[in-house]
C-alpha cells in the first residue's frame, strides 16, 4: 500500500521537495547576503539596490500580458510541433521587438536618476551603473523568459527548479565573496547579468531536447500575435497591479523619505515575503495537473483541485503568519543586530498580509490557466487605485506604518475574497452543464 501511495505521488514529493530546496537556498542566501551587504556596503547602498531591483521589475510590463497569454497558449498546443514552433518564434520576436523599444524608457530614467530619487552624491554613479546592469539583466531574462514556461508545462518542475538552486546559489555566493573582496552593488549587478546570460544558454539547448523547434523568423506570424495580445491584455493589467502593490512602496517611500529609509521597510517586507514562498509551492506544483484537468474538460477534478491547494495554503500560511508575528522581529535583531530598529507593527501588518495574498495567489493560478482573467483583471485594477491612494495617504498620518497598511486593506476589502467565489461559481456551472450533456 506504502508503496503503490509513493509511485503514485512521486512526481508531487519530488516537485515539492525540490521547491523547498530552492525557497530554502533563497532563503539562505538571503539570510547570510542581507546583514553583509548591509553591515559592509551601508543602508543606502543597500536601499539602492532594492530600488534598482524595484525599477527594472517595471520593465516586465512592457509586454503587455504575452507571457500569460503563452502559458495558456502553450499548454493547449505543446504537442503539435507545428503550432508549437510559430506560436515560440512569435512570441520571440515580440519580445526582442519590446525589449528594443523599452530601451527608450530605460535611457530617459537614467537620463534623470537624481531628479526622481533621493540619492546621494557620492553614490549617484554607482547607481546609475547599477541600474545599466540590472536593467540588461531584466532584458535577458524578458526575452528568454518563454524558456522557462516551456520547462515548467512539460512537468519538468524539480530540472526548472535545480536551475534556480544553481542560480541563486552563484549570485548569493558570488556576491559574498565580491563584498568580501571589497567590490560594491555594481560589482553584483555584473555577476547577475553573467549568471542570469549562463542560465538561458542552458534553457535553450534543455528545452531544445523537450520541445523541437528553432528559431527563425520565417515562423513569425502576426496575425497570430494579435489574437495573443487580445487575451494578453487582460494578463497585463492583472501582472501590472501586482507590480505596483509589491514594487511601488519602495519607489514611494525612496521619493518621501531616500533610499535609506527603502533599505528598514524592505528587510521586514522582504523577510516575509520570502515566507510565503514556502506557502505558494503548495499550489504551484499541481498547475501542470491542473492545466491538463482543464484541456481533457475535467472541471470536477479541477474544482476538487482547487479546493486542496486552497486549504493547505490557509492552513501553511496561518502557521507561518503566527509564526513570524511572534518571533519575526527576534530573528531580525539575532541576525542583523540591534542597530537597525525594526518596527513589530510592520512585521504584524505583512504578516496578516501573506495569509490574504497566498490564498489570492491560489485563485489567481486557476484564473489565468481558465482563460477568465478578465474579471480578475478588473478587480486589481480598483486595488491599484485603492493602494495608491491609501498608502499615501496613510503614509503621511503613520509613516512607513501606514505605506503598508494601505497595502494590506485595499488587498482585504477588494481582492481578498470575490475572485475565490465567482471562480467556485463559473466551476460548478461548466460542472452542471456537462452533466446536463452528459444526460
Not at 48 to 75: D, P
Not at 155 to 165: A, E, F
Not at 191 to 197: A, D, G, P, R, T
Not at 270 to 278: H, L, M, Y
Amino acid at each position: 500500500m506504502l508503496n503503490q501511495f509513493l509511485t503514485k505521488h512521486f512526481n508531487f514529493f519530488h516537485h515539492i521537495v525540490s521547491g523547498y530546496g530552492a525557497v530554502g537556498i533563497n532563503i539562505l542566501i538571503f539570510g547570510f547576503l542581507t546583514p553583509y551587504m548591509l553591515h559592509n556596503l551601508g543602508k543606502e547602498q543597500y536601499g539602492i539596490w532594492q530600488l534598482v531591483s524595484n525599477i527594472s521589475m517595471y520593465f516586465s510590463m512592457s509586454a503587455l500580458g504575452l507571457g500569460s497569454a503563452f502559458h495558456v497558449e502553450f499548454a493547449k498546443i505543446k504537442s503539435d510541433i507545428e503550432k508549437s514552433q510559430r506560436l515560440i518564434n512569435t512570441i520571440f520576436f515580440a519580445y526582442l521587438a519590446v525589449g528594443a523599444v523599452s530601451i527608450l524608457g530605460f535611457l530617459v530614467l537614467l537620463s534623470n536618476f537624481e531628479s526622481l530619487f533621493i540619492i546621494s552624491d557620492s553614490l549617484l554613479a554607482k547607481a546609475k551603473l547599477t541600474f545599466v546592469f540590472s536593467y540588461l539583466a531584466f532584458l535577458t531574462t524578458f526575452i528568454f523568459g518563454f524558456l522557462d514556461v516551456i520547462l515548467f508545462l512539460h512537468n519538468k518542475i524539480t530540472t526548472r527548479n535545480i536551475i534556480d538552486i544553481a542560480r541563486i546559489s552563484a549570485n548569493g555566493l558570488g556576491s559574498l565573496l565580491l563584498i568580501y573582496l571589497g567590490f560594491d552593488i555594481v560589482s553584483i549587478a555584473v555577476l547577475s547579468l553573467f549568471v542570469v546570460m549562463c542560465q538561458y544558454v542552458y534553457n535553450y539547448y534543455f528545452t531544445k531536447k523537450l520541445q523541437p523547434y528553432r528559431i527563425s523568423f520565417t515562423y513569425f506570424d502576426f496575425t497570430y500575435l494579435k489574437s495573443l495580445y487580445k487575451s494578453g491584455f487582460y494578463f497585463f493589467v492583472y501582472a501590472l497591479s501586482g507590480l505596483i502593490i509589491f514594487n511601488t512602496d519602495n519607489i514611494i517611500i525612496s521619493h518621501f523619505m531616500g533610499a535609506e529609509s527603502v533599505s528598514l521597510y524592505a528587510v521586514i517586507f522582504r523577510f516575509v515575503t520570502i515566507s510565503e514562498k514556502f506557502i505558494i509551492v503548495i499550489a504551484m506544483v499541481k498547475v501542470p495537473k491542473m492545466s491538463n484537468f482543464i484541456a481533457s474538460g475535467n472541471f470536477t477534478a479541477v474544482l476538487d483541485l482547487y479546493r486542496k491547494s486552497w486549504l493547505a495554503t490557509l492552513g501553511v500560511s496561518v502557521a507561518v503568519a503566527v509564526f513570524l508575528s511572534i518571533f519575526g522581529i527576534d530573528i531580525l535583531t539575532i541576525w542583523l543586530g540591534d542597530k537597525l530598529k525594526f518596527d513589530i507593527v510592520l512585521m504584524w501588518i505583512f504578516s496578516a498580509f501573506i495569509v490574504v495574498h497566498s490564498l489570492s495567489n491560489v485563485t489567481a493560478q486557476y484564473f489565468g490557466s481558465l482563460n477568465i482573467i478578465k474579471t480578475q483583471s478588473a478587480i486589481s485594477t480598483l486595488e491599484v487605485v485603492a493602494n495608491l491612494v491609501l498608502s499615501v495617504v496613510f503614509y503621511h498620518q503613520f509613516g512607513l506604518r501606514g505605506i503598508a497598511l494601505g497595502t494590506l486593506i485595499s488587498h482585504i476589502l477588494i481582492t481578498s475574497w470575490y475572485p475565490g467565489l465567482y471562480l467556485l461559481k463559473y466551476l460548478n456551472n461548466k460542472i452542471k452543464l456537462q452533466n446536463a450533456i452528459q444526460a
